[in-house]
């Protein structure tokens, strides 16, 4: 049986694509022994208040989706309880961050790292301060 650095991971991306590769990275990496994948924030947040599930490790957050954007997740997540939230929250990018954004990421404080899509592993571990089984 693999050993995995995290438990569970959730991705929120509105790519049904995206979030399939990036399970199998982060599985296939042996970063994270469950992947829950959602296509939008609100089904994520949804997921997140519900007492009794499984901790989270580290979120996975795409910034540019429909509806609620990477920051309005981020924002709603913020009035969660401690208690329901991940111990780690970090921000997926496909290109740099426009100005704008890179202004709204220093006024959230809910988000602990910028990461680029596609995920890399190392990175993520980097960035966790893990070592990697």
Same mark, same amino acid.
């Given at each position: ?6 438990? $569970?991971?959730? #991705? ?5 694509? !995206?979030?399939?590769?990036?399970? @199998? ?13 959602? *296509?939008?924030?609100?089904?994520? *947040?949804?997921?997140?208040? $519900?007492?009794? &599930?499984?901790?989270? !490790? %580290?979120?996975? %957050?795409?910034?540019?989706?429909? @509806? +609620? ?10 009035? *969660? !309880? !401690?208690? *329901?939230?991940? &111990?780690?929250?970090?921000? +997926?990018?496909?290109?740099? %961050? =426009?100005?704008?954004?890179? &202004? @709204?990421?220093? =006024? ?10 596609? #995920? ?5 571990? &980097?960035?966790?301060? %893990? $070592? @990697?089984?």
């Amino acid at each position: 049986m693999a050993e995995y650095a995290l438990g $569970q991971v959730l #991705l929120i991306d509105d790519s049904s694509a !995206d979030n399939f590769l990036a399970k @199998r990275v982060l599985k296939a990496a042996g970063i994270a022994s469950k992947v829950t994948s959602f *296509l939008s924030g609100d089904e994520a *947040l949804v997921h997140l208040s $519900q007492a009794g &599930r499984e901790p989270v !490790d %580290l979120i996975l %957050l795409d910034v540019n989706m429909p @509806r +609620m954007d990477g920051f309005d997740f981020a924002a709603e997540y913020r009035h *969660l !309880d !401690d208690a *329901l939230k991940a &111990r780690n929250l970090f921000l +997926m990018v496909s290109s740099e %961050l =426009s100005m704008g954004d890179e &202004r @709204r990421l220093k =006024s959230e404080p809910a988000i602990d790292a910028v990461i680029a899509k596609p #995920l890399d592993p190392e990175g993520i571990a &980097r960035l966790l301060g %893990l $070592q @990697r089984p």
